[in-house]
């Protein structure tokens, strides 16, 4: 089975301090995304990587970082936590390939106060 | 650009009537569809999707899905419903490969006896 692991089902951070959310994959995709995900607005895509050390914004990327060093692991990075950011991310890993689905692990609920 | 219209944002049935759960895409090209679940607290699971071929997809649960290419619809369907189908659904759409996957806004299911 895939299996997508997110570090941290729930965070409950400060403003202002810098966040990281790790999210690792154990069957080697090539993608990794990271995904928003809020009440009547479904999943937005913050950002996602089809490579190491490659990544692609996407529909909100302002406040948001990513790294990816090594395949099977993509960092969600916030760079000074705003109120705003107060949400579930969840992570979701794919292969290249167009007709394949996509694998998410099972969220972290995050809180800043 | 591609999007993915989910029609309705709750359906309330009662348990073992039919439920059909609506959705359209935009896109010119040939496009993947996929529709996922997820119960209260956990991540998203694949249901079905459609690569190519016949136009009724067959997931789990007894849910199935109908592309219709000419009103860019795939709605889901499940003729008896349980109790346990209560969660939150979502219809994405992906065109390309090495892209992500985009997300309706989701419909909320709620079963009740």
């Known amino acids: 089975d895939v299996k997508v692991t997110q570090s941290s089902r729930y965070l409950v951070k400060r403003t202002g301090e810098k966040v990281f959310l790790e999210c690792v994959q154990d069957?080697?995709?090539?993608?990794m995304f990271w995904y928003r995900q809020d009440p009547g607005l479904g999943l937005r895509l913050i950002y996602f990587?089809?490579?190491?050390?490659?990544?692609e914004k996407g529909d909100i990327p302002e406040g948001y970082s990513v790294s990816r060093e090594k395949k099977e692991r993509f960092s969600l990075i916030l760079e000074s936590a705003s109120t705003n950011q107060t949400s579930m991310y969840l992570c979701?890993?794919?292969?290249?390939?167009?007709?394949?689905?996509?694998?998410f692990g099972q969220g972290t609920r995050l809180t800043v106060v | 650009a591609q999007s993915v219209t989910q029609l309705d944002s709750q359906v309330p049935v009662f348990e073992e009537a039919p439920v059909e759960l609506r959705c359209n895409y935009s896109s010119s090209v040939s496009v993947y569809l996929f529709w996922y679940v997820q119960y209260p607290n956990q991540g998203l699971q694949l249901l079905l999707k459609?690569?190519?071929?016949?136009?009724l997809v067959k997931g789990i649960n007894g849910f199935e899905a109908e592309f219709n290419k000419s009103q860019t619809s795939f709605h889901l369907r499940k003729p008896s419903v349980h109790i346990s189908d209560t969660a939150e659904y979502f219809c994405?759409?992906?065109?390309?490969?090495?892209?992500?996957?985009?997300f309706g806004k989701g419909t909320t299911l709620s079963v009740s006896s």
């Open positions: 069957m080697d995709h090539e993608n």
């Open positions: 990587s089809y490579d190491v050390k490659m990544k």
């Open positions: 459609y690569l190519s071929g016949s136009t």
């Open positions: 994405a759409v992906r065109r390309q490969a090495g892209t992500a996957l985009i």
């Open positions: 979701a890993s794919s292969k290249m390939q167009v007709n394949t689905e996509a694998f």
